[in-house]
């Protein structure tokens, strides 16, 4: 994994990124939410990050840093919550945001 120091809102706007991708781009009400969370700055330079990374590096970042963020089941049920406002936040939830999802649930079950 590459070497980041990130707070927990780093993690969660990432992981919110990565689910805002799924679908291999962000729309405008996408990044209005993460922009909410952590202000235009910060979304950009983790965006940034995200795209010089290969996806598999991604998921090993997300993976990496769930065992320092999500220890208990609340802060999963909060992230998850994070997930579902990104994936409905254009009114439309594909089916590469679904499998996205799902494929979330499995990392942060194991």
Do not use: H, P
């Amino acid at each position: 994994m590459k070497d980041v120091e990130w707070s927990y809102d780093d993690f969660i706007a990432f992981v919110m990124i990565y689910a805002a991708y799924a679908d291999f781009k962000i729309v405008e009400e996408e990044k209005d939410v993460i922009v909410d969370e952590i202000g235009l700055d910060r979304y950009i330079e983790i965006y940034r990050f995200f795209r010089k990374n290969r996806d598999a590096e991604n998921v090993s970042i997300i993976v990496d840093l769930k065992q320092k963020y999500i220890v208990t089941d609340e802060q999963q049920d909060e992230l998850f919550e994070y997930v579902n406002k990104i994936i409905q936040a254009d009114g439309v939830v594909n089916l590469l945001e679904s499998q996205m999802k799902d494929t979330l649930n499995f990392l942060f079950e194991n």
